[in-house]
Protein backbone atom coordinates (compact mmCIF):
# COMPACT_ATOMS: atom_id res chain seq x y z
CA UNK A 1 0.00 0.00 0.00
CA UNK A 2 3.07 2.26 0.45
CA UNK A 3 3.28 3.40 -3.32
CA UNK A 4 0.02 4.76 -3.20
CA UNK A 5 -0.41 8.05 -2.47
CA UNK A 6 -3.60 9.19 -2.56
CA UNK A 7 -3.95 13.12 -0.72
CA UNK A 8 -6.10 13.38 1.53
CA UNK A 9 -6.36 9.72 2.52
CA UNK A 10 -9.69 8.56 1.98
CA UNK A 11 -11.24 6.71 4.98
CA UNK A 12 -11.12 3.29 3.74
CA UNK A 13 -8.83 2.07 1.53
CA UNK A 14 -7.97 -1.90 0.72
CA UNK A 15 -5.61 -3.14 -1.10
CA UNK A 16 -6.13 -7.28 -2.23
CA UNK A 17 -3.40 -9.28 -3.95
CA UNK A 18 -3.19 -9.44 -7.85
CA UNK A 19 -3.32 -6.65 -10.81
CA UNK A 20 -6.00 -5.42 -13.27
CA UNK A 21 -3.82 -5.22 -16.52
CA UNK A 22 -5.48 -2.85 -19.09
CA UNK A 23 -4.19 -0.36 -21.60
CA UNK A 24 -6.17 2.59 -20.45
CA UNK A 25 -7.44 2.45 -16.95
CA UNK A 26 -9.06 5.69 -17.25
CA UNK A 27 -11.09 5.32 -20.23
CA UNK A 28 -12.24 1.90 -19.12
CA UNK A 29 -13.15 2.71 -15.78
CA UNK A 30 -17.13 2.48 -15.49
CA UNK A 31 -18.97 5.81 -13.42
CA UNK A 32 -22.45 5.95 -11.75
CA UNK A 33 -24.22 8.28 -9.69
CA UNK A 34 -26.59 5.33 -7.78
CA UNK A 35 -29.18 5.83 -4.92
CA UNK A 36 -28.06 3.72 -2.54
CA UNK A 37 -24.78 5.99 -1.41
CA UNK A 38 -25.71 9.19 0.48
CA UNK A 39 -24.92 12.37 -2.10
CA UNK A 40 -21.20 12.83 -0.51
CA UNK A 41 -20.06 8.97 -0.32
CA UNK A 42 -18.06 7.64 -3.18
CA UNK A 43 -16.92 4.23 -3.62
CA UNK A 44 -13.77 3.04 -5.95
CA UNK A 45 -13.71 -0.97 -6.66
CA UNK A 46 -10.61 -1.92 -8.84
CA UNK A 47 -11.32 -5.45 -9.36
CA UNK A 48 -9.26 -8.45 -12.30
CA UNK A 49 -11.86 -7.33 -14.67
CA UNK A 50 -12.05 -3.63 -14.11
CA UNK A 51 -12.40 -0.83 -12.14
CA UNK A 52 -15.99 1.32 -11.46
CA UNK A 53 -16.33 4.70 -9.70
CA UNK A 54 -20.05 5.25 -8.11
CA UNK A 55 -21.23 8.02 -5.84
CA UNK A 56 -24.23 9.43 -4.59
CA UNK A 57 -24.31 12.50 -6.72
CA UNK A 58 -22.47 14.48 -9.41
CA UNK A 59 -20.46 16.20 -6.99
CA UNK A 60 -19.28 12.36 -5.22
CA UNK A 61 -18.20 11.37 -9.02
CA UNK A 62 -15.81 14.35 -8.92
CA UNK A 63 -14.28 13.06 -5.91
CA UNK A 64 -14.32 10.13 -6.94
CA UNK A 65 -12.29 10.85 -10.00
CA UNK A 66 -9.91 12.66 -8.30
CA UNK A 67 -9.00 9.91 -5.95
CA UNK A 68 -8.77 7.13 -8.92
CA UNK A 69 -6.63 9.46 -10.82
CA UNK A 70 -4.12 9.14 -7.76
CA UNK A 71 -4.47 5.60 -7.35
CA UNK A 72 -3.96 4.70 -10.83
CA UNK A 73 -0.58 6.24 -10.51
CA UNK A 74 0.37 3.44 -8.56
CA UNK A 75 0.25 1.64 -11.48
CA UNK A 76 3.38 -0.41 -12.94
CA UNK A 77 4.47 -1.60 -16.31
CA UNK A 78 3.65 -4.99 -17.81
CA UNK A 79 5.64 -7.41 -20.53
CA UNK A 80 2.56 -6.83 -22.76
CA UNK A 81 3.40 -3.30 -24.78
CA UNK A 82 0.78 -0.48 -23.94
CA UNK A 83 -0.78 -1.89 -21.10
CA UNK A 84 -0.24 -1.43 -17.41
CA UNK A 85 -1.37 -3.20 -14.09
CA UNK A 86 -3.47 -1.50 -11.74
CA UNK A 87 -3.47 -2.55 -7.80
CA UNK A 88 -6.47 -4.44 -6.96
CA UNK A 89 -7.98 -1.66 -4.56
CA UNK A 90 -11.48 -0.42 -2.66
CA UNK A 91 -12.28 2.59 -1.39
CA UNK A 92 -15.40 3.68 0.44
CA UNK A 93 -15.04 7.64 1.30
CA UNK A 94 -16.89 10.47 2.39
CA UNK A 95 -15.97 14.02 3.77
CA UNK A 96 -16.40 14.50 7.18
CA UNK A 97 -17.26 18.43 6.91
CA UNK A 98 -19.66 20.11 4.48
CA UNK A 99 -17.75 23.75 4.57
CA UNK A 100 -13.88 22.39 3.62
CA UNK A 101 -12.49 25.80 2.35
CA UNK A 102 -9.41 28.26 1.29
CA UNK A 103 -9.49 32.20 1.50
CA UNK A 104 -7.56 34.16 -1.40
CA UNK A 105 -7.51 37.54 -0.63
CA UNK A 106 -6.54 39.19 -3.69
CA UNK A 107 -7.42 42.93 -2.15
CA UNK A 108 -3.76 43.45 -1.02
CA UNK A 109 -1.91 42.35 -3.64
CA UNK A 110 -3.97 41.86 -7.32
CA UNK A 111 -3.88 37.70 -8.20
CA UNK A 112 -4.24 37.57 -12.28
CA UNK A 113 -7.51 35.47 -13.00
CA UNK A 114 -5.35 32.94 -14.96
CA UNK A 115 -3.40 31.95 -10.77
CA UNK A 116 -6.88 32.26 -9.33
CA UNK A 117 -7.91 29.42 -12.10
CA UNK A 118 -5.12 27.10 -11.04
CA UNK A 119 -5.93 27.48 -7.60
CA UNK A 120 -8.89 25.98 -7.76
CA UNK A 121 -7.65 23.34 -9.81
CA UNK A 122 -5.48 22.93 -6.38
CA UNK A 123 -8.16 22.73 -4.86
CA UNK A 124 -10.04 20.41 -6.44
CA UNK A 125 -6.90 18.04 -6.24
CA UNK A 126 -7.58 18.18 -2.89
CA UNK A 127 -11.47 18.04 -2.82
CA UNK A 128 -12.17 20.96 -1.58
CA UNK A 129 -15.02 22.97 -2.03
CA UNK A 130 -15.19 26.61 -1.47
CA UNK A 131 -12.84 29.53 -2.54
CA UNK A 132 -13.87 32.13 -0.32
CA UNK A 133 -12.63 35.60 -2.08
CA UNK A 134 -11.43 38.32 -0.30
CA UNK A 135 -12.20 41.10 -3.09
CA UNK A 136 -12.29 44.14 -1.08
CA UNK A 137 -10.11 45.92 1.46
CA UNK A 138 -8.65 49.10 2.40
CA UNK A 139 -5.48 48.92 -0.31
CA UNK A 140 -7.73 47.68 -3.08
CA UNK A 141 -11.28 47.12 -4.41
CA UNK A 142 -11.19 44.62 -6.74
CA UNK A 143 -15.18 43.46 -8.59
CA UNK A 144 -16.26 45.86 -11.16
CA UNK A 145 -19.92 47.32 -10.29
CA UNK A 146 -21.62 49.40 -12.79
CA UNK A 147 -23.33 51.25 -10.92
CA UNK A 148 -20.26 52.81 -9.31
CA UNK A 149 -17.35 52.77 -11.91
CA UNK A 150 -14.61 54.96 -9.46
CA UNK A 151 -14.97 51.60 -6.70
CA UNK A 152 -12.40 50.22 -9.22
CA UNK A 153 -11.48 53.15 -11.99
CA UNK A 154 -9.66 55.26 -8.74
CA UNK A 155 -10.48 52.17 -5.58
CA UNK A 156 -8.63 49.24 -8.01
CA UNK A 157 -5.18 51.03 -7.76
CA UNK A 158 -3.07 52.48 -5.44
CA UNK A 159 0.00 54.90 -6.11
CA UNK A 160 2.52 52.86 -4.06
CA UNK A 161 3.45 50.14 -1.50
CA UNK A 162 4.92 50.14 2.21
CA UNK A 163 8.12 48.63 2.51
CA UNK A 164 9.30 45.90 4.54
CA UNK A 165 7.50 44.45 7.48
CA UNK A 166 4.90 47.04 9.38
CA UNK A 167 5.67 47.14 12.96
CA UNK A 168 3.01 47.60 15.74
CA UNK A 169 2.45 51.39 16.70
CA UNK A 170 4.76 52.90 12.55
CA UNK A 171 4.11 55.54 11.94
CA UNK A 172 6.61 56.52 9.28
CA UNK A 173 6.91 54.27 5.78
CA UNK A 174 9.47 53.33 3.36
CA UNK A 175 7.53 53.28 0.00
CA UNK A 176 8.56 51.21 -3.11
CA UNK A 177 7.31 54.06 -5.35
CA UNK A 178 5.48 51.44 -7.83
CA UNK A 179 1.43 51.67 -8.69
CA UNK A 180 -0.15 48.63 -8.31
CA UNK A 181 -3.78 47.39 -9.00
CA UNK A 182 -6.29 45.48 -10.67
CA UNK A 183 -9.44 44.51 -10.88
CA UNK A 184 -12.01 41.41 -12.40
CA UNK A 185 -14.58 42.82 -14.81
CA UNK A 186 -17.83 40.64 -14.38
CA UNK A 187 -17.18 38.13 -16.99
CA UNK A 188 -13.97 37.50 -15.28
CA UNK A 189 -15.57 36.45 -12.49
CA UNK A 190 -18.15 34.44 -14.10
CA UNK A 191 -15.49 32.52 -15.92
CA UNK A 192 -13.97 31.47 -12.35
CA UNK A 193 -17.31 31.01 -11.26
CA UNK A 194 -18.14 28.57 -13.86
CA UNK A 195 -14.67 27.24 -13.92
CA UNK A 196 -15.45 26.31 -10.02
CA UNK A 197 -18.12 24.82 -10.56
CA UNK A 198 -17.24 22.49 -13.12
CA UNK A 199 -15.01 21.56 -10.50
CA UNK A 200 -17.41 21.19 -7.76
CA UNK A 201 -16.48 24.26 -5.96
CA UNK A 202 -18.58 27.37 -4.45
CA UNK A 203 -16.85 30.57 -5.32
CA UNK A 204 -18.30 32.75 -1.77
CA UNK A 205 -17.91 36.48 -1.95
CA UNK A 206 -16.20 38.69 0.60
CA UNK A 207 -17.20 42.23 0.60
CA UNK A 208 -15.73 43.57 4.10
CA UNK A 209 -17.89 46.16 5.58
CA UNK A 210 -18.53 48.49 7.12
CA UNK A 211 -14.25 48.16 8.28
CA UNK A 212 -11.55 47.96 5.63
CA UNK A 213 -13.53 50.20 3.34
CA UNK A 214 -10.86 52.56 2.57
CA UNK A 215 -10.50 51.85 -0.92
CA UNK A 216 -13.97 52.23 -1.55
CA UNK A 217 -14.15 55.77 0.24
CA UNK A 218 -11.18 56.89 -1.47
CA UNK A 219 -13.50 56.25 -4.47
CA UNK A 220 -16.53 58.21 -2.92
CA UNK A 221 -15.40 60.67 -0.11
CA UNK A 222 -19.29 60.93 0.98
CA UNK A 223 -19.31 57.11 2.13
CA UNK A 224 -17.09 58.46 4.76
CA UNK A 225 -17.26 60.38 8.19
CA UNK A 226 -15.18 62.98 6.82
CA UNK A 227 -17.03 63.40 3.31
CA UNK A 228 -14.59 66.56 3.05
CA UNK A 229 -11.49 64.92 3.17
CA UNK A 230 -10.33 63.20 -0.50
CA UNK A 231 -8.48 59.98 1.34
CA UNK A 232 -5.92 57.76 -1.09
CA UNK A 233 -6.31 54.10 -1.50
CA UNK A 234 -4.34 52.64 1.66
CA UNK A 235 -0.92 52.07 0.85
CA UNK A 236 0.21 50.09 4.19
CA UNK A 237 -1.20 47.70 6.39
CA UNK A 238 -2.87 47.58 9.65
CA UNK A 239 -6.22 48.65 10.66
CA UNK A 240 -7.66 52.15 9.20
CA UNK A 241 -10.19 53.98 11.14
CA UNK A 242 -11.74 55.22 8.08
CA UNK A 243 -14.77 53.09 7.83
CA UNK A 244 -18.23 53.64 6.49
CA UNK A 245 -20.31 56.20 7.68
CA UNK A 246 -23.69 55.22 8.97
CA UNK A 247 -25.96 57.39 6.60
CA UNK A 248 -29.27 55.75 4.73
CA UNK A 249 -27.56 56.94 1.43
CA UNK A 250 -24.54 54.68 2.37
CA UNK A 251 -26.87 51.72 3.33
CA UNK A 252 -28.27 52.10 0.13
CA UNK A 253 -24.76 52.10 -1.65
CA UNK A 254 -24.08 48.98 0.06
CA UNK A 255 -27.18 47.14 -1.48
CA UNK A 256 -26.96 48.47 -4.59
CA UNK A 257 -22.91 46.80 -4.48
CA UNK A 258 -23.83 43.43 -2.52
CA UNK A 259 -27.52 42.66 -5.72
CA UNK A 260 -24.90 43.37 -8.59
CA UNK A 261 -22.23 41.13 -6.43
CA UNK A 262 -25.32 38.60 -6.18
CA UNK A 263 -26.22 38.50 -9.99
CA UNK A 264 -22.37 37.38 -10.45
CA UNK A 265 -22.11 34.85 -7.56
CA UNK A 266 -24.70 31.92 -7.22
CA UNK A 267 -23.10 30.70 -4.15
CA UNK A 268 -26.01 30.48 -1.33
CA UNK A 269 -23.17 31.69 1.13
CA UNK A 270 -21.91 35.65 0.97
CA UNK A 271 -19.41 36.83 3.33
CA UNK A 272 -19.61 40.42 4.63
CA UNK A 273 -16.65 40.50 7.02
CA UNK A 274 -17.39 42.40 9.88
CA UNK A 275 -14.13 42.34 11.43
CA UNK A 276 -11.65 44.68 12.68
CA UNK A 277 -14.18 47.95 12.53
CA UNK A 278 -12.68 50.93 15.00
CA UNK A 279 -15.82 53.04 16.01
CA UNK A 280 -13.55 55.85 16.69
CA UNK A 281 -14.95 58.25 13.86
CA UNK A 282 -18.77 56.81 14.66
CA UNK A 283 -17.84 58.74 17.97
CA UNK A 284 -17.01 61.67 16.51
CA UNK A 285 -19.68 62.32 14.06
CA UNK A 286 -22.26 64.13 14.30
CA UNK A 287 -24.70 62.33 12.01
CA UNK A 288 -23.91 58.55 13.48
CA UNK A 289 -24.17 60.24 17.11
CA UNK A 290 -27.97 61.03 16.47
CA UNK A 291 -28.62 57.83 14.74
CA UNK A 292 -27.18 55.94 17.79
CA UNK A 293 -29.58 57.67 19.38
CA UNK A 294 -32.75 57.23 17.58
CA UNK A 295 -31.96 53.66 17.98
CA UNK A 296 -31.23 53.88 21.81
CA UNK A 297 -27.91 52.26 21.39
CA UNK A 298 -25.19 52.63 24.27
CA UNK A 299 -21.99 53.25 22.19
CA UNK A 300 -21.26 53.73 19.11
CA UNK A 301 -19.66 50.35 18.47
CA UNK A 302 -23.08 48.73 18.57
CA UNK A 303 -23.94 50.96 15.17
CA UNK A 304 -21.49 47.90 13.27
CA UNK A 305 -24.62 45.37 14.05
CA UNK A 306 -27.36 47.76 13.44
CA UNK A 307 -25.72 48.51 9.68
CA UNK A 308 -24.50 44.84 9.17
CA UNK A 309 -28.56 43.86 9.41
CA UNK A 310 -29.43 46.85 7.03
CA UNK A 311 -27.38 46.03 4.42
CA UNK A 312 -28.21 42.23 4.81
CA UNK A 313 -31.24 42.59 3.69
CA UNK A 314 -30.47 41.83 0.49
CA UNK A 315 -29.33 38.79 1.34
CA UNK A 316 -32.47 37.67 2.64
CA UNK A 317 -34.34 39.20 -0.11
CA UNK A 318 -32.42 36.26 -2.37
CA UNK A 319 -32.42 33.38 0.06
CA UNK A 320 -28.47 33.67 0.83
CA UNK A 321 -26.73 32.89 3.81
CA UNK A 322 -24.49 36.01 5.58
CA UNK A 323 -21.26 34.84 6.81
CA UNK A 324 -19.40 37.06 9.23
CA UNK A 325 -16.28 36.89 10.79
CA UNK A 326 -16.26 36.22 14.52
CA UNK A 327 -16.53 39.35 15.69
CA UNK A 328 -19.65 39.38 14.13
CA UNK A 329 -20.93 37.50 17.36
CA UNK A 330 -20.44 40.54 19.40
CA UNK A 331 -22.57 43.05 17.14
CA UNK A 332 -25.73 41.53 17.69
CA UNK A 333 -25.61 39.58 14.07
CA UNK A 334 -28.61 37.77 12.46
CA UNK A 335 -29.59 34.58 13.95
CA UNK A 336 -28.81 32.52 11.16
CA UNK A 337 -25.27 34.25 10.17
CA UNK A 338 -22.46 31.48 9.19
CA UNK A 339 -19.36 32.53 12.40
CA UNK A 340 -15.74 32.36 10.78
CA UNK A 341 -13.89 31.65 13.38
CA UNK A 342 -9.92 33.21 13.31
CA UNK A 343 -8.98 34.96 16.08
CA UNK A 344 -8.79 31.67 17.68
CA UNK A 345 -10.03 28.19 18.38
CA UNK A 346 -12.12 29.45 21.74
CA UNK A 347 -14.20 32.35 19.42
CA UNK A 348 -15.27 28.96 17.20
CA UNK A 349 -16.73 27.91 20.80
CA UNK A 350 -18.05 31.10 21.43
CA UNK A 351 -19.70 31.29 18.31
CA UNK A 352 -20.92 27.42 18.72
CA UNK A 353 -22.86 28.30 22.17
CA UNK A 354 -24.04 31.25 20.62
CA UNK A 355 -26.48 29.09 18.30
CA UNK A 356 -24.33 29.87 14.73
CA UNK A 357 -23.14 27.02 12.63
CA UNK A 358 -19.52 27.96 12.37
CA UNK A 359 -16.42 27.42 10.09
CA UNK A 360 -13.14 26.62 11.74
CA UNK A 361 -10.68 28.96 10.81
CA UNK A 362 -8.35 29.89 13.40
CA UNK A 363 -5.02 31.87 13.04
CA UNK A 364 -2.68 30.00 15.15
CA UNK A 365 -3.35 26.71 12.99
CA UNK A 366 -4.55 27.97 9.60
CA UNK A 367 -2.94 31.66 8.45
CA UNK A 368 -0.44 30.57 5.48
CA UNK A 369 0.64 34.38 6.13
CA UNK A 370 2.61 33.18 8.98
CA UNK A 371 6.05 32.16 8.46
CA UNK A 372 6.58 28.07 8.41
CA UNK A 373 10.56 28.14 8.58
CA UNK A 374 13.31 30.12 10.39
CA UNK A 375 12.38 33.86 9.33
CA UNK A 376 16.40 34.82 8.66
CA UNK A 377 15.52 32.60 5.50
CA UNK A 378 12.14 32.95 4.89
CA UNK A 379 10.03 35.30 2.65
CA UNK A 380 8.67 38.36 4.68
CA UNK A 381 5.62 37.15 6.85
CA UNK A 382 3.59 38.98 9.07
CA UNK A 383 4.95 37.07 12.35
CA UNK A 384 3.90 33.62 14.13
CA UNK A 385 4.74 30.34 13.10
CA UNK A 386 2.83 27.50 12.01
CA UNK A 387 4.89 24.48 10.20
CA UNK A 388 3.29 22.11 7.89
CA UNK A 389 3.34 19.38 10.65
CA UNK A 390 1.50 21.93 13.21
CA UNK A 391 -1.28 22.20 10.43
CA UNK A 392 -1.61 18.59 10.31
CA UNK A 393 -1.85 18.17 13.67
CA UNK A 394 -4.33 21.09 13.41
CA UNK A 395 -8.16 19.72 15.31
CA UNK A 396 -10.83 21.12 13.82
CA UNK A 397 -13.43 20.28 16.44
CA UNK A 398 -12.90 21.22 20.32
CA UNK A 399 -13.26 18.48 22.35
CA UNK A 400 -14.96 20.33 25.12
CA UNK A 401 -18.16 21.10 23.35
CA UNK A 402 -21.14 18.78 23.05
CA UNK A 403 -22.15 16.74 20.66
CA UNK A 404 -25.20 19.10 19.65
CA UNK A 405 -22.78 22.22 19.53
CA UNK A 406 -20.40 19.80 17.61
CA UNK A 407 -22.57 19.77 15.03
CA UNK A 408 -22.85 23.43 14.31
CA UNK A 409 -19.29 23.26 13.36
CA UNK A 410 -19.98 22.94 9.77
CA UNK A 411 -16.51 22.96 8.33
CA UNK A 412 -12.72 24.71 7.69
CA UNK A 413 -10.75 26.97 6.35
CA UNK A 414 -7.29 28.02 5.51
CA UNK A 415 -6.36 31.28 4.91
CA UNK A 416 -3.73 33.12 2.66
CA UNK A 417 -3.84 37.33 3.30
CA UNK A 418 -1.37 38.63 1.26
CA UNK A 419 -0.04 42.13 2.76
CA UNK A 420 3.34 39.94 1.98
CA UNK A 421 2.63 38.43 -1.21
CA UNK A 422 3.42 39.88 -4.25
CA UNK A 423 2.09 37.58 -6.81
CA UNK A 424 1.64 34.21 -7.41
CA UNK A 425 4.95 32.74 -6.51
CA UNK A 426 5.04 34.09 -3.31
CA UNK A 427 0.98 32.67 -2.86
CA UNK A 428 2.04 29.41 -3.84
CA UNK A 429 5.34 29.27 -1.61
CA UNK A 430 2.73 30.13 1.25
CA UNK A 431 0.30 28.35 0.79
CA UNK A 432 1.88 24.32 -0.28
CA UNK A 433 2.41 22.04 0.98
CA UNK A 434 0.30 23.41 3.65
CA UNK A 435 -2.90 23.12 1.93
CA UNK A 436 -2.76 19.39 1.62
CA UNK A 437 -2.12 18.55 5.16
CA UNK A 438 -4.82 20.77 6.08
CA UNK A 439 -6.90 19.40 3.18
CA UNK A 440 -6.45 15.85 5.36
CA UNK A 441 -8.13 17.38 8.21
CA UNK A 442 -11.31 19.33 6.32
CA UNK A 443 -11.79 16.05 4.93
CA UNK A 444 -11.53 13.75 8.12
CA UNK A 445 -8.59 11.41 7.08
CA UNK A 446 -7.42 9.27 10.01
CA UNK A 447 -4.96 10.87 11.73
CA UNK A 448 -1.52 8.90 11.44
CA UNK A 449 1.80 9.37 11.93
CA UNK A 450 3.36 12.61 10.65
CA UNK A 451 5.55 10.65 8.88
CA UNK A 452 3.22 8.48 6.98
CA UNK A 453 1.93 11.58 5.65
CA UNK A 454 5.10 13.18 4.64
CA UNK A 455 5.31 9.43 2.44
CA UNK A 456 2.31 10.35 0.48
CA UNK A 457 2.68 13.66 0.33
CA UNK A 458 6.14 13.44 -1.56
CA UNK A 459 5.09 12.45 -4.68
CA UNK A 460 1.68 13.95 -4.22
CA UNK A 461 4.46 17.54 -4.97
CA UNK A 462 4.05 16.20 -8.67
CA UNK A 463 0.38 16.71 -9.11
CA UNK A 464 1.03 20.34 -7.67
CA UNK A 465 3.91 20.68 -10.13
CA UNK A 466 1.53 19.94 -13.28
CA UNK A 467 -1.00 22.40 -11.92
CA UNK A 468 1.89 25.30 -12.44
CA UNK A 469 1.83 26.47 -9.20
CA UNK A 470 4.44 26.89 -6.92
CA UNK A 471 5.09 25.01 -3.37
CA UNK A 472 8.17 25.66 -0.70
CA UNK A 473 10.08 22.53 -0.71
CA UNK A 474 9.85 19.56 1.99
CA UNK A 475 12.57 20.13 4.81
CA UNK A 476 15.30 17.45 4.53
Not at 361 to 376: L, M, R
Amino acid sequence: MSDIAIVPAPRELTVDEGRWITADPLGEAVRDVVENLEPNEYRIDVGLDGARLTAGSEDALRHAETTYAQLIEAAEPTDEFGKVAVPLARIADAPRFAWRGMMLDVARHFMPKDFVLKVIDVLALHRLNVLHFHLTDDQGWRVEIEAYPRLTEVGAWRAETMVGKMTRGQKEFEYDGQRHGGFYTKDDLREIVAYAADRGITVVPEIDLPGHMQAAIAAYPELGNHPDQQLTVRQYWGISEDVLNVNDATVEFVKTVLREVLDIFPSPYVHLGGDECPSVQWGESEAAQKRQAELGLDEPGQLQGWFTAQVAEVLAEQGRRLVGWDEMVDTDCPDDAVIMAWRSAERGEIAVKAGHETVMAPCESVYFDYYQGDPATEPLAIGNFIPLEKVYDFEVVPESLTDDEKRLIVGTQCQIWTEYMEGPEQVGYMLLPRLSAFAERAWGSEKVSYDEFLGRLRPHLARIERIGVNYRPLDS
